[in-house]
């Protein structure tokens, strides 16, 4: 053994409680090393007298009342114990109050749903929505854009060798950026409908 045995290795040697190789490890390093023998030795002697203080306890103690204060200990660590290992308890069924909320968020979402589709479906609402002489037209071409409104139209041309990246939004917006392959520079082009 390269270092001392600690403390905790000592005492348990000196009670007998190590195992076979650690109490052999131990025994070797205390043949070469005196401190350490007088230390286990010490520790020998204190055991002894703690045995033999043991055998007399004050004749005033009462064994029984100090029987049933320990089992009442005992028997609280424990149910304590299993009030903290038990797991949550989660009910699952929802709260009259929760379950009502719910219901009525789910009938509002299916209302909202019915009624919008009904109004899509309906030829009236439609055609006021898409009035075609109102309608701005968005036209996304590999030379750049072109925008149509009542007649009138702007187109956007990219005289690059290379096609133009064209994109046009959802909302009648349009956008289209090319590189001048003579001077490098990006050119980008967005117009949006009003």
Same mark, same amino acid.
């Given at each position: 053994?390269?270092n001392h045995p600690g403390?905790?290795?000592?005492?348990?040697?000196?009670?007998?409680?190590?195992?076979?190789?650690?109490?052999?490890?131990?025994?070797?390093?205390?043949?070469?090393?005196?401190?350490?023998?007088?230390?286990?030795?010490?520790?020998?002697?204190?055991?002894?007298?703690?045995?033999?203080?043991?055998?007399?306890?004050?004749?005033?103690?009462?064994?029984?009342?100090?029987?049933?204060?320990?089992?009442?200990?005992?028997?609280?660590?424990?149910?304590?114990?299993?009030?903290?290992?038990?797991?949550?308890?989660?009910?699952?069924?929802?709260?009259?109050?929760?379950?009502?909320?719910?219901?009525?968020?789910?009938? =509002?979402? @299916? +209302?909202?749903?019915?009624?919008? /589709?009904?109004? &899509?479906? #309906?030829?009236?609402?439609?055609? $006021?929505?898409?009035?075609?002489?109102? =309608?701005? @037209? +968005?036209?996304?071409?590999?030379? /750049?854009?072109? &925008?149509? #409104?009542?007649?009138?139209?702007? $187109?956007?041309?990219?005289?690059?060798?290379?096609?133009?990246?064209?994109?046009?939004?959802?909302?009648?917006?349009?956008?289209?950026?090319?590189?001048?392959?003579?001077?490098?520079?990006?050119?980008?082009?967005?117009?949006?409908?009003?």
């Amino acid at each position: 053994m390269k270092n001392h045995p600690g403390p905790e290795q000592l005492a348990l040697y000196a009670g007998n409680d190590l195992s076979l190789p650690g109490a052999l490890q131990v025994r070797i390093h205390l043949y070469g090393c005196a401190r350490c023998a007088a230390e286990a030795a010490a520790l020998r002697l204190a055991r002894q007298e703690l045995r033999r203080r043991a055998g007399e306890l004050p004749e005033e103690l009462d064994w029984s009342s100090l029987e049933a204060e320990m089992s009442a200990n005992i028997r609280l660590g424990l149910s304590a114990g299993a009030i903290v290992d038990r797991p949550a308890v989660v009910e699952d069924t929802p709260q009259p109050e929760a379950a009502g909320w719910r219901l009525a968020v789910v009938l =509002a979402s @299916l +209302s909202f749903v019915a009624v919008a /589709g009904w109004w &899509l479906r #309906n030829p009236d609402n439609l055609r $006021t929505m898409t009035d075609p002489a109102a =309608a701005v @037209l +968005s036209e996304a071409r590999p030379d /750049g854009l072109a &925008l149509q #409104n009542r007649g009138a139209a702007l $187109t956007l041309l990219n005289h690059s060798e290379q096609p133009a990246v064209t994109t046009v939004s959802w909302d009648g917006g349009a956008r289209a950026s090319f590189v001048d392959s003579e001077t490098g520079q990006v050119t980008i082009h967005h117009v949006s409908a009003q």
